[in-house]
């Protein structure tokens, strides 16, 4: 298929924060300015105050996002099912270069989310490699003589211990401080990504989608002192991080939390916000300068953030708004354009649409979501649908297409919630409007909205159901290995 002249101009770039909750940031509520960049940056575009993720974690949003079909019809979301086709693989077949960077372990080339992708960096070390092999052996040899997972972690938490040393190295050379001492162990930085984002933006050629992933906001918390200045008068000291990080945030139900403890969390959680908009300010003004025109940028979220509201933190196996609410900005670069709220509910399985309607590539049938770019310039579209969350868990822990699990599920309609939980069957209903907080189960009182959530449930689980055959003869052939150890 050839290309006209505009489509060959154009680039999107989508930036995706893992775990960003929605109202966390400004625009959306928040009495901290925890992203000045972003809010600035969005006063040229839409930002989208009622976004809902179809998935409560990576590879059920991903997969929403990629395929715009909900994360368990189909053939599940992980592995990602060759039938089911992606973004970049569509972008791919219309002949536009498709550049990826994350280092989320559940979304690397092992669950075949790098397909459609002509450069995939994917932190390498989750690419495939049999555990029989001598190397392998002796690697796990080595680490577990040096205890080498515990003094990483030591050692991180050392690095951040040279405080006055650091504040001085990062006057001096900020950028490449930041390289050098990684917060999190497993993951890319934030300075890293963009570091590498822009080397490829000097080379790279239009048509092109750029998708890059933050790790940062994601457990467990580590940010740089300067940015919880910005929220707090004092750092606090290695054992007050350890003891959050390590000691409340996973242990939720086995010590009695303090709202103490849920403030100091959040302290950390949005230092590390402001930590990626320093970072995204450095790359997206380089953008401005390098591409300035015909340039779709799309700022998002996979999922949001507990903090205790129901009784844990983290995201996996809950579908509570604190973890389905999520951000979405909209900015085309070289529009003259102002600040847009656009109030309509909308989902993440719109913005594959989106990305495709703006390089005008012609949509699949077989997409559920709805472009937004109308959206964008201002008209509103009539979506009177109904949007379901869901995710595959036992325990509140995430399963993959394979595996035992229950089905959990949200569906919203015109400010109500139901819940279904098969692991408990147990049902819920929230009036959204009147408890935002989803504290209130109506499940017994209001029984006028019930029958047709129930319709919807059921025909929902029928389809999942019917495509459950297909989905074994589809991951059969995909080993299980490292399954387990990427939880
Ligand atoms: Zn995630």
């Known amino acids: 298929m050839l290309m006209n002249i505009e489509q060959q101009k154009k680039a999107v770039i989508l930036l995706t924060i893992d775990a960003l909750r929605a109202d966390h940031l400004k625009s959306y509520g928040y009495h901290r300015n925890t992203a000045p960049y972003i809010e600035k940056f969005a006063e040229k575009g839409s ?6 993720t179809n998935g409560p974690e990576s590879p059920t949003a991903f997969s929403s996002l990629f395929t715009s079909i909900l994360p368990l019809l189909d053939g599940g979301f992980s592995p990602l099912p060759p039938e089911k086709i992606t ?24 669950f075949n989310f790098n397909r459609g992708f002509d450069v995939f960096l994917d932190g390498e070390r989750y690419k495939k490699q049999s555990t ?24 991180m938490y050392r690095l951040k211990g040279f405080n006055r ?4 190295l990062r006057k001096k050379m900020p950028f490449l401080t930041d390289i050098l001492l990684p917060f999190t162990p497993i993951s890319y930085n934030a300075p890293y990504v963009v570091n590498k984002l822009i080397s490829f933006l ?10 890059a992933h933050f790790m940062d ?24 991080r350890k003891f959050l990080v390590e000691k409340v945030y996973p242990k939720a139900n086995e010590i009695e939390i303090t709202p103490k403890m849920i403030n100091d969390l959040k302290t950390l959680y949005d230092a590390e916000i402001n930590f990626v908009d320093e970072y995204l300010a450095v790359f997206l003004e380089t953008v ?97 649908g109904f949007i379901i969350s869901e995710c595959y868990q036992k325990s509140g822990l995430m399963k993959r297409n394979q595996e035992d699990g229950f089905i959990l599920l949200a569906i919203r ?7 279904f939980d098969e692991e408990n069957d147990k049902e819920f209903l929230f009036n959204l409007k009147l408890d935002p907080q989803e504290n209130k189960n109506l499940i017994n009182e209001n029984t006028e909205k019930l029958p047709e959530f129930r319709a919807i449930k059921r025909y929902h689980i029928k389809k999942i159901t019917e495509s459950y055959e297909e989905k074994l003869k589809i991951t059969k052939s995909i080993d299980k290995f490292k399954l387990d150890s990427l939880k």
């Open 47 to 52: 930002i989208f105050l009622n976004t809902i």
């Open 87 to 110: 973004l970049p693989q569509l972008l791919k077949e219309n002949r536009i270069n498709t550049y990826a960077i994350h280092s989320n372990p559940n979304l690397g080339k092992y």
């Open 132 to 155: 029989n092999s001598l190397k392998h052996q002796l690697i796990v040899y080595i680490k577990k003589i040096f205890d080498y997972n515990n003094l990483s972690n030591k050692l």
């Open 165 to 168: 040393l650091k504040t001085w």
């Open 202 to 211: 000097e080379t790279c050629q239009k048509p092109i989608f750029f998708w």
């Open 217 to 240: 906001v994601h457990s467990p918390y580590n940010p740089p002192m300067r940015n919880v200045l910005n929220f707090r008068e004092k750092d606090f000291n290695i054992s007050e």
């Open 288 to 384: 401005k300068r390098k591409i300035q025109n015909n340039c779709l940028i799309i700022i998002t979220a996979d999922h949001g953030e507990s903090f205790y509201e129901h009784g844990l933190f983290g995201h996996q196996g809950s579908i509570y708004d604190e973890v389905l609410k999520i951000p979405l900005i909209i900015v085309e670069l070289g529009k003259k354009s102002i600040k847009k709220e656009v109030k309509d509910t909308i989902q993440l399985i719109d913005i594959a649409p989106t990305i495709l309607e703006y390089f005008g590539i012609e949509i699949p049938e077989n997409f559920q979501g709805l472009s937004l770019l109308s959206m964008t310039r201002g008209e509103s579209i009539k979506r009177n």
């Open 413 to 419: 309609n015109q400010g109500w919630k139901y819940i």
